[in-house]
Structure formats: C-alpha cells, structure tokens
C-alpha cells in the first residue's frame, strides 16, 4: 500500500512500507541482502550506500508517520544527527537546548567544534532566552523534547516561529515523544529527527536514525548525507524497524498507561526526592506537554533521596527492569544517567542542568503495571532498610 494520507496512523503504522511484493503475492517484504544493482534497473538503485529497497519502504513509512513529505534513514540516531551537522559550516552557530542527549553533546564538542562549528547552550524553557535567537542569528536550533533524560518539554511551535523570523532552521529530536504522540513538523519544525532504535523500532534488536522534512533542500542534503559520508543502514536492520513500526499505536498507548501509572505511583513514596513525568500535573510544563503531546511516553525520571553507590545498588536489585543504556523497547530498562548516558558530560555541566547522582531514569516497557510497580518498592524496600 503506498501513503494512504486520510488513512489514521495506527493503519499507516501497519499498512505503510510494504510493496515490492513482485509477483509473489508475499505480504511482508523481503531483506534486499545486495550491495549493487545492475545499471538501468527501472526503480533507479545503483550501489546500496545510496539507496536499497528496505531503505525506501522505512523512508515512505516514516514520512506517512510523521506526516512529512520526505524522509532519509540512517545507520543511528548519532548518524542522523552527524548527517544534520554536516551541513554547516566553519563560523556558524547552533543554538541548543542545554539539556541534551549526552551524544548529541559530545559531537558538538568533540567532533565539529574541531571545524569551525559552534554550540551555544541555553534553556530554552525560558522564553526570554528566545531573545537570543533573534539575536545570535544562528544558523541552526537545536531542541529535544521531552529532554533527555530531564523530560523537560519545549515549546516547538513558539520557538519554531522565533526561529523562522531569525532565518534559522528548527530541528527537533522526537525520539522520547515518536511520531505517535508527537508530529514536529506539524508545529512549525524545520526538521523531526529521532533514533529509532528507540521507540520507533521498539524491539531493542536494531539501530537507526531517521530524518523527517517538508523542504526539498534539507531532503538533498539528508540523501547527499546518507551516501557522501556513509551513514547508511544495514537493509536488515531497516527491515527490521519497518517491521518495529507497525505496533508503534499499540505500544505508545501501552507504555504511556504503564509510565503514568507508575509515576503516580513513585510520586510520594518513601525515599523518592521527587519524580517526574510529562502527564503528572506536578510536571513544571505540564499544560505545555498536554497541549504538544497526546500522551506522557514511557519515561519516568526518579531522584531517590540516596548518593550514587545507593542509587546503583536499588537499580541492580531491581528484576524486571534491566540496568541498560538505551530505551523505548518492549521491556522495561533503568539507567543510572550520570555514570551512564551523561558519564562523558562534565560533572560540573551535569550538575548545572540538574543530573544529580540520585538521578534514576526508567523506560517503562509493556509489561503487566501490577508486576513493574511491585518490583519498585520491593527494591525499594531492601535499600531503604
Ligand atoms: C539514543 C538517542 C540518540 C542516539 O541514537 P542512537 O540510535 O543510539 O545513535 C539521539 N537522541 C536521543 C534523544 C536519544 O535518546
């Protein structure tokens, strides 16, 4: 079936990205396991860093998501965001949500500051730092939201006009909302990013990355990215998030239940600091999050009210929730931030954001509530004591 646009998005999710059945009459698409194609092949491939089949099906799938009209997918989201980077040049400026993923962060510093490109950080929670766009005339915006790991939520239509008037594109990091709960590019974005590996896969049995646009221009540049500096999936592992996607309805609903009820459920609880999660009215955007987003998503950010080998030792006692970097899959994780995700972020710039050592961030899979939140407090119970 090819873009059904009237069609809702749990039958896009299912329907989208199949195709190139031949004359097999099979229902799913098969894994295009070539590097090259013979020249003149009516569907125009050549050399699969350009261009594969899976490649194509992912791409019509995630633009029917996200409403865009074009799409590119990539071998990561750190690959994604390298082929967004790459566009710039020496002298220009990137303004940024201070907080970001830890990645993000570190390619920034450590990979294109070496080329003449420059990273600002501010928080862009508070509209009077907006200013600074206007001001700064940066080439590019930067945002998450929710933030990772902070689940700070950013407001993408305000800063997207901002940011338009300034001249300066919109990108957005989608991963923790996934198109499902969140469309960027319907708010004014120039650019919806995510790591699907993440939610959008939601097996934690791939990488990849995807980049979502209306503007032509940014689509050659994300198609000249994807060959020029090789940032092309496996066309298995763009099989395999074809396939991911089409449960995404499903799981989002799912894990958004799952997280509410479990962030409740902390929110009060002996030797819990303080939780937060985008659907808890305690969530300090929480209109704004209401408004952007039509569910919460599957993360719940914890301080417990312990220093770092405490912390640690709650993680491990936990048995349904794996310690693992990584989220958005099926089962449920818990990360320890600062001596994970963010370990390569100073400890000075971590504090400053508010990635305390007490940090807990849990990505609640689909399992039965009942069973996730017994498992909390029976950790709970055997630290605390
Ligand atoms: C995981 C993540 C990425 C990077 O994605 P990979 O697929 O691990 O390269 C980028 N942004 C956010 C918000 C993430 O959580």
Redesign the pocket.
């Known amino acids: 079936m090819t873009h059904d646009t009237d069609a809702g998005f749990g039958t896009q999710a299912v329907h989208s990205g199949r195709g190139y059945t031949g004359n097999t009459g099979a229902v799913m698409p098969p894994v295009y396991l070539t590097s090259t194609f013979e020249q003149g092949n009516a569907d125009g491939f050549d050399y699969t860093r350009s261009g594969n089949p899976n490649f194509r099906l992912l791409q019509e799938s995630i633009a029917a998501l996200e409403g865009s009209q074009f799409a590119t997918c990539f071998a ?6 390298t082929a967004v980077i790459s566009t710039l040049k020496s002298g220009d400026l990137v303004l940024a949500e201070e907080n970001l ?1 830890g ?2 962060y570190r390619l920034f510093e450590r990979v294109f500051n070496k080329f003449g490109v420059q990273a600002r950080y501010v928080d862009l929670t508070r509209e009077e730092n907006w200013e600074q766009i206007r001001q700064a005339r940066p080439a590019l915006v930067w945002l ?1 939201s929710p ?2 790991p902070l689940l700070k939520i950013i407001d993408i239509a305000g800063i997207a006009k901002v940011a338009a008037e300034a001249g300066a594109a919109t990108v957005v ?1 989608n ?2 909302a996934s198109p499902y709960l969140q469309r960027p590019l319907e708010l004014g974005a120039t650019l919806s ?6 939610y959008i896969n939601g097996h934690s049995d791939a ?3 995807v980049v979502a646009t209306n503007d032509p221009v940014w689509h050659k540049r994300m198609d000249f990215a994807q060959k020029a500096l090789g940032l092309q999936p496996s066309p298995f592992d763009a099989w395999l998030i074809t396939r991911g996607k089409r449960t995404l309805a499903l799981r989002m609903e799912r894990h958004c239940a799952n997280a509410l009820e479990l962030a409740r459920f902390l929110e009060g609880h002996a030797g819990i600091r303080s939780v937060r999660y985008p659907y808890l009215p305690s969530h300090p955007q929480y209109e704004l999050a209401r408004r952007q987003m039509s569910g919460g998503s599957g993360i719940v950010i914890a301080e417990l009210d312990a220093p770092t080998d405490k912390t640690l030792e709650f993680c491990r006692k936990l048995r349904l929730f794996t310690l693992a970097e ?3 899959g099926v089962e449920s994780l818990v990360c320890h931030p600062a001596t994970m ?1 963010h370990a390569g972020v100073p400890p000075s710039v971590r504090r400053a954001v508010g990635i305390s050592d007490g940090l807990i961030r849990f990505s609640v899979g689909v399992e039965d509530a009942a069973d996730l939140r017994r498992d909390i407090e029976q950790a709970l119970t055997e630290v605390l004591r």
């Open positions: 990561s989201g750190v690959s994604a965001i993923y990645c993000t998450e933030t990772n990091d991963t923790f990013l995510a790591s699907s590996t993440k990488l990849g990355g990584s989220l958005g995700t």
